[in-house]
């Protein structure tokens, strides 16, 4: 009876050494790049049939071992019997994804998230599609979905950190040659991916002064003021030019002393001027900010600068009554123009008896105009000069020095009656 039990008890063990060793599970886990296609059974909660089960691991590893064929045939035999088993047309997907035939690709992703549109393999597949066409701006947003979600891989936010890095570049270099309007936007966006740009945020704030947005430029620059880049000069220039904007002149002024006299740049010094006279022009009549702003001065126009520009011209003594002008008595500054007539700085045509005060002015015209002011009022630069010669020799700009048929501007008329006026001193 012993030697019958350790006979069978010798079979048994035999026949188990003998037997087909279990099936191991697939290895399923991408690698490289392909990590970040997950496996599109991830997230299903659905209990599985074991047979499709089964069916599925071999077709996944066969798509996962690179055997496309293969992996294709035994997906289209699952999908023939359950056409709705979202993993094997995912599986589909992922293999177009490595082979990037992105528009098969992207209609089988759509093809599930029309059905389930949180299933996660799907959304990460829809996010790697975007991010390997380089769609950034799509990318960025579907991977910033998916990073908010509990249930998101821990990949899904090294890709939102990259696309981050990416979109904002993108978004800066694009904003740096876009129209301003356009830049604005742009920068505004970039700022909300990364609000501690520097950088960013500085062109922001010299793209809306240009627009003239005090406040929003302000708002904009606040982030820095706290911080170590405050006394940048780009910083303070942009507070001076804010402060300028609102009409806080004296604030400016100080600014932009303080960059003159620092940085030792002509610019800053010829802004810092420009802000004294525009701090001065708030005193003056408003036919005066009129024409200091014009675009194309008219020779009222001119008359009016002349006349608050050049002392000598406004406190002239023993001044002899003007010929009468019938075509000035509607227009603004009419009694600088009288003044400007009755220095003979302006002519009043004897036979009409107009003067022309919407005539206007040109390069060449401004150019011979500053020659007779300084003539008429006696600038010692001027004596025994040719008159061709007397602007260069008073030290006085010639605005014909280009195109002496273009038009003139008030403030590059006002900058040349300013020189004038020195050399009359």
């Excluded at 599970?25 to 209990?47: C, Q, W």
């Excluded at 302000?218 to 982030?223: E, G, K, Q, V």
């Excluded at 700009?397 to 050399?423: F, H, I, Y």
Aim: charge should be neutral; aromatic fraction near 6%; charged fraction near 25%.
């Amino acid at each position: 009876m012993k030697r019958t039990i350790l006979f069978l008890l010798a079979a048994a063990a035999l026949l188990a050494s003998c037997a087909p060793a279990a099936t191991p599970a697939p290895t399923v886990a991408p690698v490289r790049n392909d990590r970040f296609i997950i496996d599109p059974r991830t997230g299903s909660t659905a209990p599985a049939d074991p047979q499709l089960a089964r069916r599925f691991d071999a077709a996944w590893r066969s798509a996962v071992s690179g055997d496309e064929a293969l992996a294709r045939t035994r997906l289209a035999e699952i999908l023939r019997t359950h056409p709705d088993y979202a993993p094997a047309t995912l599986a589909l997907a992922a293999i177009d994804i490595r082979a990037e035939r992105w528009n098969e690709a992207e209609s089988a992703v759509q093809q599930v998230l029309a059905v389930d549109r949180n299933n996660l393999p799907a959304r990460i597949y829809a996010a790697e599609i975007a991010y390997r066409q380089r769609q950034t701006r799509r990318a960025y947003d579907l991977y910033r979905n998916l990073a908010a979600a509990p249930d998101a891989p821990e990949f899904a936010r090294e890709r939102l950190t990259e696309l981050e890095t990416n979109l904002f570049s993108e978004l800066y270099t694009a904003a740096q040659s876009a129209t301003p309007e356009e830049s604005i936007r742009l920068l505004r966006e970039a700022l909300l991916i990364n609000a501690g740009a520097t950088e960013a945020r500085i062109l922001l704030t010299q793209r809306l002064v240009a627009q003239r947005q005090w406040e929003e430029a302000r708002r904009a620059l606040d982030p820095i003021l706290s911080g170590p880049d405050v006394d940048r000069s780009e910083v303070q220039e942009a507070l001076a030019e804010i402060d300028a904007g609102r009409g806080r002149y004296q604030e400016a002024i100080v600014r932009y002393d303080r960059l003159s006299r620092r940085t030792k740049e002509p610019r800053y010094a010829t802004r810092l001027e420009e802000i004294k006279e525009e701090w001065s022009a708030q005193n003056m009549p408003s036919h005066f900010r009129q024409a200091l702003e014009s675009d194309a001065l008219t020779r009222a126009e001119l008359a009016v600068l002349l006349y608050w520009k050049v002392p000598s011209v406004r406190f002239a003594q023993n001044v002899s009554a003007p010929p009468i002008a019938i075509d000035i008595s509607e227009v603004a500054g009419r009694e600088e123009i009288i003044r400007a007539i009755a220095l003979g700085l302006f002519e009043v045509d004897p036979v009409t008896r107009r003067v022309g005060p919407h005539r206007q002015m040109t390069s060449d015209r401004l150019a011979r105009f500053l020659t007779r002011v300084l003539q008429v009022r006696g600038a010692a630069c001027a004596r025994s000069i040719p008159g061709d010669r007397v602007l260069s020799a008073c030290g006085v700009t010639d605005p014909a020095a280009g195109d002496p048929n273009a038009p003139v501007s008030g403030r590059t008329a006002s900058r040349m009656l300013e020189q004038v006026a020195k050399a009359l001193q």
